[in-house]
């Protein structure tokens, strides 16, 4: 298909969504990522029968969590969309970076004056 | 088991906002259970206020940790090497957990960090129930095994009263009546007899009346 997204962003393979944890999330950000997006399959469509409804669950508890301390819910974001949807994928992608632009760097790069670090790091 | 709900992060975070070395507590008891006060719980309130302190311009150490039980001295005990080092501890521990923390470490500023709110059951995961009120003195071989203390909005002992509707509390359309439930379980255990004599008045003084309970078992004291 030679989609073109922007290459700012980097992906992490899960078997699931329903595999992605809450502190996942947050680590993502402690790290230093600007924003974070779950793609899930459609909903209905899981073969972990919920996985992709428990994320979008701790989705959104992600989202009051940075709202409430200050980042802002709006960095983190869910999606469905089936293997077939590659176009419509890499429009999401755009689409999301276009508004971290607008945002600007995520507060704690700017207090931390670093850039996005491997978590591994962090972890240890 | 006791039922909790985490506490709103702002709450926590009025709290603790000046700390400079912060411990999170978890308790891996009944608060796991309910999913609002275990080792998980516990790393995510400290990333969450990692992150409000490093937004902030501030840099603030949080750790995480979890005890085993926090309303037991030994395993309380797992802290003592270390909690010097921090200005605070928020206990995502029950009421119980908090308090005997506390306790223990009396010169150590102790946060909850949960609403600890009944003992009750799980329905299913996120639906929580209440079912008893410790009352210290159990009725439930008269009641058909359901409680009127924790499940009538009234802790009638002689029930249903006139508020009950269509099996129904008139506290809530969502609240059944505890009285139907106990006439309806009474009957299909056939025991329906148990109506004819009327509860006698209860002993309050082994609930909260009695001032803050104790047990002493001399048969367990050494």
Partial sequence: ????????????????????????LLMAFEVGADGVIVVGCLEGDCHYMA??????KRVSRVKGILDRVGLGG??????????????????????????????????????????????????A | MIKAIPKPIEEIIENVKDCDKLLIAGCDGCVTVCEAGGLKEAKILA????????????????????????CEKEYLAQLSDRIDQ?????????????????????????????????????????????????????????????????????????GPCGGSDKGKCEVSKDVPCGWELIYERLKTVGQLDRFENPTV?????????????????EDLRI
Wanted: aromatic content about 6%; glycine content about 10%; charged content about 25%.
């Fill in chain 1, 1 to 24: 298909m030679r989609l073109q997204y922007p290459p700012n962003v980097r992906i992490i393979e899960v078997p699931c969504t329903g595999k992605v944890d809450i502190n996942h």
């Fill in chain 2, 86 to 158: 921090y200005d605070a501890v928020v206990s995502l521990a029950c009421g119980c957990g908090v308090q005997y923390l506390a306790e223990m470490y009396d010169k150590k500023v102790i946060y909850p960090g949960v609403d600890t709110c009944f003992m009750g059951v799980n329905e299913e995961r996120g639906l929580y129930s209440e079912r008893c009120q410790a009352c210290g003195r159990c009725i439930l071989a008269e009641t058909g095994g359901i409680c009127p203390i924790a499940r009538c909005s009234k802790r009638m002992l002689n």
């Fill in chain 1, 74 to 123: 709006e960095r983190v974001g869910m999606y469905n969309l089936s293997s077939g949807m590659g176009g419509r994928f890499a429009e999401i992608v755009r689409e999301m970076t276009e508004k971290i632009m607008e945002l600007g760097p995520s507060p704690i790069r700017k207090a931390t004056g670093t850039a996005l670090k491997a978590a591994g790091e962090v972890a």
């Fill in chain 2, 201 to 217: 008045p209860k002993d309050w003084t082994t609930s909260r009346d009695g001032g803050p309970r104790k047990i002493v078992r």
């Fill in chain 2, 47 to 70: 990333s969450a206020l990692r992150l409000y302190f490093t937004q902030g311009g501030k840099q603030a150490q949080v750790d995480d940790t979890s005890l085993t039980r926090q």
């Fill in chain 1, 51 to 56: 996985g992709n409804l428990h994320a979008k």
